[in-house]
């Protein structure tokens, strides 16, 4: 893959560098192998993934571009993200979501493999486990909401962390909304012992059957956040109203100043 000469999107290693966020370009597929081979071989693995609301985040919160240097795959996951490396470089990156793959790495582990399920109402982490656990064969490790101090140190969160550590999932998805789910793993991922930490969002409100996903039309189109500010416009009207805006000012920053790099 082509280095982008003089551009906000730089080649490192197998990352690029997209407006201070270093990410793959990997397709689904890929995703899908890396972590079933190291679900299967019980190994730790961090995988994270970005869209234009983290990236705005990040140009003020350095530990977030700390943990995707850290991560294992760290993977494009918004329109916006994917516009910016275009407009950057020329290069247009894979874009994908924990739902699009995640089913592919739980149907080749089978009864092998466990997940514990973090974040999200009690109702719907027991919800989705039960859907996966009927859906792919997997054990359910354990379940724990999102409702608990997530303060690093905290008790309950020393609680939450010795819970899943003595279930030893294979695959652990973290579904506390961004970025409370980034800062919380980041804060005990040298507390948590081996398996793969996915940050999911809202798989498990997908999985629980409480939220709809789009239809992959919608998503090819990159106007999912569309469909979701229109279903959810309490929850979600400052992320993209005031958010999306944002983050073009700073696309524009990076595209005049093309040799600028986030500190």
């Known amino acids: 893959m082509p280095e982008a000469h003089g551009s906000s999107l730089q080649r490192d290693d197998d990352r ?11 397709h689904r597929d890929t995703i899908a192998d890396r972590v079933f081979v ?76 466990s997940i514990f399920w973090l974040g999200g109402t009690e109702a719907a982490v027991t919800a989705a486990a039960e859907t996966f656990s009927t859906r792919y064969g997997v054990a359910t490790a354990g379940t724990q909401h999102g409702y608990f101090d997530v303060s690093p140190g905290s008790p309950e ?7 899943i550590n003595a279930a030893r999932p294979s695959i652990l998805l973290v579904n506390m909304g961004m970025p409370q789910q980034e800062r919380w793993l980041w804060d005990n991922w040298d507390q948590l012992q081996p ?61 005049l100043t093309p040799t600028k790099r986030s500190s």
């Open 195 to 255: 398996g793969v930490a996915i940050t999911a969002g809202a798989l498990v409100d997908h999985a629980a059957g409480s939220v709809r996903r789009p239809p992959r039309w919608v998503a090819s189109m990159g106007i999912e956040w569309l469909v979701r500010l229109i279903r959810e416009p309490r929850r979600l009207w400052r992320r993209y109203l005031l958010g999306l805006p944002v983050f073009g000012i700073y696309l524009l920053r990076y595209r």
């Open 38 to 113: 190291a679900a299967s071989a019980k190994r730790k693995m961090l995988v994270v993934n970005a869209n234009a609301n983290l990236v705005v985040l990040s140009q003020k919160q350095t530990w977030l571009r700390s943990m995707f240097k850290h991560a294992d795959i760290a993977f494009c996951d918004g329109a916006g993200v994917q516009l910016a490396a275009l407009i950057l470089s020329g290069r247009r990156l894979n874009r994908t979501t924990p739902p699009e793959w995640i089913g592919s790495v739980l149907d080749r582990l089978g009864p092998d493999a």
């Open 16 to 26: 690029f560098d997209v407006m201070g966020i270093p990410l793959h370009d990997l």
């Open 157 to 163: 969160t020393k609680a939450v962390v010795e819970h």
